[in-house]
């Protein structure tokens, strides 16, 4: 080989080598930083374990995969009979006779929307439209089923540019077109939306890889209305399923008279369509309500005006303005309509009238209210007492229910309050709605005719308090006349109400109210309002105060936005806002790492202990802190325990592994929300398979059913025992403050109290078999566009009243003990590292004792060291960084200072607190030894990466000698 030649080989072997070093080293960093993720699937572990044969502190109602799955299926059918919504029934077109023959039409009435990562689980067949009709006995068009389903064209998308999935009716073949009149006891036409993370709702026609160009994805298309003409060619009797998690403008459908029924059904899972065939079938009357509003146009609402894409002028930063303060979905619709039949703040003006003909109309503005929802049979509801109970703030209402039709079903109990809306509030900026769900209950089954039942409604007088953000800084009663009211969603309870107030059409109400419906209470005490029955925490005593200033736009300068307000509704409607960004905005929105810890205290004497945990002679072990207060001493002994490596990966690293100093195993927290996304333990590989199979998020709330929600979470808490879990991420908090969020299918509803209840009784069910429920994404992470750094701005009222409340139920009111942050910032400062947020409500207000972990924090939405110091305890994926090289978490910085010390040991306290209380804990006892151990894979990507490393320094080498060797020629 010439020398020229052996120098290009050397070179480019280097060069090569380097390459794969790089890889190579990635690599091993991956298997180290995923290791809990990797061996759940690989099937090893990080760490031996000896001695683990104790007791099962938690132990699942089921014997066998088998039971397990069997039960999983009946709750999943249960969720679908009860969370389809039926809108519309005309003619009695449902429920259909199970005798009858049917065309399915809609290509995605063979694609149906099961939900984000549903699909596993199943104990046999594919349990599509089809073959759920098929079980109940209704004969299916199987020539217009085959050709949809054998067709290359239409195939629903889901990306930011998406597919609506439809073939035009005008390429049906001939033999297609004929089969309609076999089938013709009812058409079916499905119409479909999914969407999901990181992509909403596209509002540009242009992203529709199938659209007809004029209508946006919320809207039908061309394609779909053909379809639609098309099945009435085939029946007389058509019926639309709307499939989608996320609210479709579907006014044309409500006023088409040849359109028969509606019915609103969301992701399914995989056995949630047995339920709607149950209920289509009449084997069940239908009993879901809806949990959003259901307007002609999704960009009438307040809130749709400032969501989306939004830059500061003179600085690279996306932000969102919730100008719209209280007034999200129905809180607005309502307020508006009852101002303007009462004559007053400037309801009756065009400001905002979208679909409205010149001034603001509500019947041209909704299509179906919130909580609306239809029923075969027919109920009476009677409010038989209100109870006020200052003392031990709450309010009971006890609604007598009658089933007087002619099908057994279930009925909801819808329960609206209005409280005063005063001078003192307007004079205060305190937004008042015109109704606001406060609770709701459920009957059991009632007979036709004959069935009746009592339901107590326990009201949290909390959730009647407005928090006053200007005046008194806390959460305030207004003395005056409380109204609380019932009906079939939230227009009929705000009728029902203005017919109290001696309201009638000739007043331009659009129904008649039934003031029996509604009832008053007289609150009088001296002074404006009451300001101190409310202000304290009812959970620890703690004094409520102002602690979300800074979020507010207006902390920033002077009347930089005027938040809607029903004292002049024209005056304050806004349009999208547009902001530049003041120099202390772009301090605090500059990159994380910027953040330091400010250190007070650098004096370590009283803390070292902690770090020489060879020295103690507790010797905690990890069993031993099952079910033990917080504030118990064990805890000061097994923290000294920790060495400073395992504090930094406990606090560091999602997935650290053992804890060996305290013989704690390896633990598994994983992603949900929509079940536990992770295989069977089971010897049976037809079962090795994903756990995830239940319906969405807004099915379950659509049941307004407090038990099944109960349920739901035991349910979960039995996965969990047969996964090996010990937490899942869910359920998702978030609101649906527009239908636009591409995660609406994982958040309850447009009402911050449905998902109060339903995420508290979750977490509680969840927690009795050793899983903890994760709420997420925490708080004010209601759209995807930006989420990754997006400075959001509200007021105070807004944040406590609407998005904070639906993470209170189960962080505060209920049982869980870890949530995730969003990965927004709130105001200039991450979600993660607000410390008013964590520390002064989370802890102080809430006396929430778990913990709190990032999203996934590769972007500029944590700080490492200073949002532990705020009362973050945990990190997500991507923060190898933060405990390594010049990370701020390092066990020598974290050694040297004091604040940060204690900030960490916390965090650490707080972590293991919650995997204490779960199934971790089963099986160990006292003779329980963990070791940490390298899987075969780790040691494998060492030694690949040594040998390169090896090579590598090879090939330098020869390069260097045939340099030297160049250069004694040429001498």
Not at 221 to 238: F, G, H, L, N
Not at 359 to 382: A, C, H, M, R
Not at 412 to 429: F, I, M
């Amino acid at each position: 080989m010439k020398k020229k030649e052996a120098k290009g080989v050397w070179k480019a072997l280097s060069l090569g080598l380097s390459l794969l070093l790089a890889v190579s080293a990635a690599g091993t960093d991956a298997v180290f930083t995923w290791q809990n993720t990797i061996t759940r699937y690989m099937g090893t572990t990080t760490g031996s374990v000896t001695g683990a044969d104790g007791d099962n502190n938690f132990v699942s109602d089921y014997s066998s995969i088998e039971d397990l799955l069997a039960a999983k299926r009946d709750l999943c059918i249960q969720i679908g009979e009860e969370g389809c919504v039926l809108l519309k029934n005309e003619n009695d077109a449902l429920p259909i006779n199970k005798t009858d023959k049917i065309s399915l039409f809609g290509r995605n009435s063979t694609d149906f929307v099961v939900g984000l990562s549903a699909g596993g689980g199943k104990i046999s067949g594919d349990d599509d439209l089809k073959t759920v009709f098929d079980s109940v006995g209704v004969s299916i068009n199987e020539t217009l089923w085959n050709y949809y389903t054998s067709s290359e064209e239409g195939k629903r998308r889901s990306s930011e540019q998406i597919k609506i999935g439809e073939i035009d009716p005008a390429s049906y073949p001939s033999d297609v077109k004929a089969s309609y009149s076999e089938y013709s006891d009812a058409a079916f036409v499905v119409i479909s939306r999914n969407f999901g993370e990181g992509h909403d709702a596209p509002t540009d026609p242009a992203a529709i890889l199938d659209g007809d160009g004029t209508h946006y994805a919320l809207q039908l298309q061309e394609k779909e209305r053909a379809v639609i003409e098309e099945a009435k060619k085939c029946s007389d009797k058509v019926i639309v399923i709307i499939n989608s998690d996320n609210v479709m403008e579907i006014g044309e459908l409500k006023d088409d008279p040849e359109i028969d029924a509606i019915l609103q059904v969301g992701g399914t899972g995989v056995y949630g369509l047995y339920g709607v065939a149950n209920v289509i079938t009449g084997e069940t009357s239908p009993s879901g309500h809806l949990v959003d509003t259901y307007a002609y146009s999704n960009f009438s609402s307040p809130a749709s005006q400032n969501y989306g894409d939004f830059s500061f002028s003179n600085y690279d930063h996306t932000y969102v303005v919730y100008q719209e303060g209280i007034y999200v979905g129905y809180k607005y619709y309502e307020t508006r309509y009852e101002d303007a039949v009462m004559g007053q703040g400037n309801a009756v003006s065009a400001a905002g009238a979208v679909n409205s003909e010149g001034d603001w109309n509500y019947q041209q503005e909704i299509v179906y209210p919130f909580g609306y929802g239809l029923s075969y049979t027919e109920f009476t509801q009677k409010i038989t007492d209100v109870s006020w109970d200052t003392e031990n703030r709450t309010v009971t209402v006890t609604v007598d229910v009658k089933n007087i039709g002619d099908y057994d079903g279930k009925s909801v109990v819808e329960l609206y309050a209005q409280t005063p809306y005063t001078e003192y509030d307007k004079e205060n900026k305190v937004e008042k709605a015109s109704v606001q769900l406060v609770g709701y209950g459920k009957t059991q089954t009632l007979a036709a005719g004959t069935g009746e039942e009592t339901v107590t409604i326990t009201v949290n007088m909390d959730h009647l308090a407005s928090y006053d953000y200007t005046g008194a800084g806390t959460y305030i009663l207004d003395y005056g006349t409380y109204y609380f009211a019932i009906g079939n969603g939230s227009h009929e309870a705000a009728n029902n109400i203005l017919a109290a107030k001696g309201y009638t059409t000739a007043d331009g109400m659009d129904a008649e109210g039934d003031a029996q419906k509604a009832v008053t209470y007289e609150y009088t005490g001296s002074g404006e309002v009451d300001a101190q029955t409310c202000s304290t925490s009812s959970y620890t005593g703690a004094e409520i105060t102002n602690q979300l200033e800074s979020v507010d736009l207006n902390y920033y300068g002077e009347d930089l936005v005027t938040y809607l307000s029903r004292s002049d509704w024209s005056g304050t409607w806004s349009g999208p806002i547009s902001l530049s960004a003041t120099d202390q905005m772009q301090q605090l929105l500059s990159d994380g790492s910027s953040y330091s810890v400010e250190t007070t205290d650098n004096d370590l004497s009283n803390v070292k202990e902690g770090v020489n945990y060879a020295s103690t002679a507790t010797n905690v072990n990890f069993y031993e802190l099952y079910g033990k207060d917080y504030d118990d001493p064990i805890w000061e002994d097994a923290l000294n325990q920790l060495t400073l490596d395992e504090m930094t990966r406990i606090v560091g690293l999602a997935n650290s592994g053992t804890i060996s100093s305290i013989n704690m195993p390896e633990y598994l927290q994983f992603d949900g929300p929509l079940g536990i996304v992770g295989s069977y333990e089971t010897d049976k590989i037809e079962y090795a398979v994903s756990a995830t199979m239940y319906p969405t998020e807004p099915m379950w709330a659509s049941t307004y059913n407090h038990e099944l929600a109960l349920e739901i979470g035991k349910m979960y808490g039995n996965d969990g025992l047969w996964t090996g879990y010990q937490c899942v991420w869910g359920p998702g908090c978030d609101t649906h403050r527009t239908p636009f969020c591409g995660r609406n299918a994982e958040y309850f509803s447009e009402d911050g109290v449905i998902a109060y209840y339903f995420a508290k009784e979750m977490s509680e069910g969840s927690i009795e078999y050793g899983l903890s429920c994760g709420p997420k994404h925490f708080v004010l992470n209601d759209q995807e566009v930006n989420r990754g750094e997006v400075a959001t701005f509200a007021n105070e009222q807004a944040i406590r009243e609407i998005y904070l409340r639906a993470f209170e139920g189960p962080m505060a009111a209920g049982k869980a003990l870890d949530a995730m942050c969003g990965k927004n910032h709130m105001g200039c400062m991450p979600a993660s590292a607000l410390e008013s947020l964590l520390r002064n409500i989370v802890q102080d207000e809430w006396g929430f004792k778990g913990a709190i972990i990032s999203d996934s924090s590769e972007e500029k939405n944590s700080s490492g060291a200073f949002a532990v110091v705020a009362g973050l305890t945990e990190f997500d994926t991507m923060t190898k960084a933060y405990i390594s090289g010049s990370g701020s978490l390092t066990p020598e910085k974290i050694s040297s200072d004091a604040t940060l010390f204690t900030a960490v040991r916390e965090a650490c306290h707080r972590n293991l607190y919650l995997f204490a209380n779960t199934s971790l804990t089963n099986n160990l006892s006292s003779d329980t030894v963990v070791a940490n151990q390298m899987t075969w894979y780790q040691i494998t990507m060492i030694i690949i990466t040594i040998v390169i490393a090896v090579l590598l320094a090879g090939a330098v080498a020869m390069q260097l000698i045939g340099k030297k060797t160049r250069q004694k020629e040429v001498k």
